[in-house]
């Protein structure tokens, strides 16, 4: 199973200072030493967190895989076509929303109308294609006729789940949905709300073959890494004193 790491939340540090750090293609280098099998990031049309400039960098500096998540706007379909990244995950978008909040609404068909032409867009630039869904029967099967190469399940149900029958009823839906996936043909993708404490069950569901994490990746390397960082900036700031008594 690959293992790709969303690293959004990286630029949205970055972006509310409007500065040059902490730069989301140094945290891809280390998500790669760390074993990532790809790098994921979502450019939204409001730039909130990742920007051009880290999508065109990425594609250029990435080892292993770049997952680029878009949405249908013709701008940043362009975008996709011009660097193209291994896979183009098409995701919904709504300005307010806090994050992605929902699967694609393929059984639509306006919205199925503007997945067809980024689709082709994508395919005939040469990159691989894959759908942001919620884990039903529809979606899968509206999914399997845009003949796109992957879905991505939507495991956000599972993850905000507030029991342990809840969560069992969302495993079976997201077990049931990828077997219906493989069934179509088509490569099985999951993620949302995955973290340390709930991944294990959906990564044990046969039939997936990559994972998408973030928020709970880029929280644990805040800890794990402050430790330290907070260690050699007070080491800085003791060097300086200490070259005050010297003089
Ligand atoms: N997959 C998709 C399509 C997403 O939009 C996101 C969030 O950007 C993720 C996976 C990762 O979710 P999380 O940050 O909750 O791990």
Redesign the pocket.
């Known amino acids: 199973m690959r293992f790709y790491v ?1 690293i ?1 939340h990286v630029a949205t540090v970055r972006q509310a200072r409007r500065t040059d750090e902490p730069d989301p293609v140094r945290a891809a280098v280390l998500a790669e030493l760390g074993g990532a099998h790809g790098i994921t990031v ?1 450019l939204r049309e409001d730039r909130r967190h990742i920007q051009d400039r880290d999508v065109r960098l990425l594609a250029e500096t990435c080892r292993t895989a770049l997952n680029l ?1 878009l949405a249908t706007s013709d701008e940043i379909v362009a975008l996709a076509c011009e660097v193209r990244p291994t896979q183009a ?1 098409l ?1 919904p978008e709504r300005r307010e929303e806090i ?2 909040e929902g699967g694609l609404a393929v059984t639509d068909p306006a919205a199925c109308a503007a997945l067809v032409d980024a689709l082709s867009a994508l395919r005939e630039a040469g990159v691989r294609t894959s759908l ?1 869904i919620d884990p039903d029967p529809a979606a899968l099967e509206a999914s399997a006729r845009l003949g796109v190469d992957a879905v ?1 399940l939507h495991t956000g149900e599972y993850a905000n789940a507030r029991t342990a029958e809840e969560r069992r009823t969302q495993l079976e839906r997201l077990g049931s949905a990828a077997r219906q996936a493989r069934a179509f043909g088509l490569a099985v993708h999951a ?4 973290t340390y404490e709930n991944v294990q069950p959906v990564a044990a569901i046969p039939e997936l073959e990559e994972l ?5 990746v880029v929280s644990r390397a805040l800890f794990t890494g402050m430790e330290r960082a907070v260690r050699e900036m007070g080491r800085l700031i003791r060097e300086a004193r200490a070259g005050l008594e010297v003089r």
Do not use: A, P, Q
Not at 191 to 194: A, F, V
């Open positions: 969303n959004d979502h998540e995950t995701v994050t992605t942001f991505e993620g949302h709300g995955l998408n994490i973030g928020h709970s």
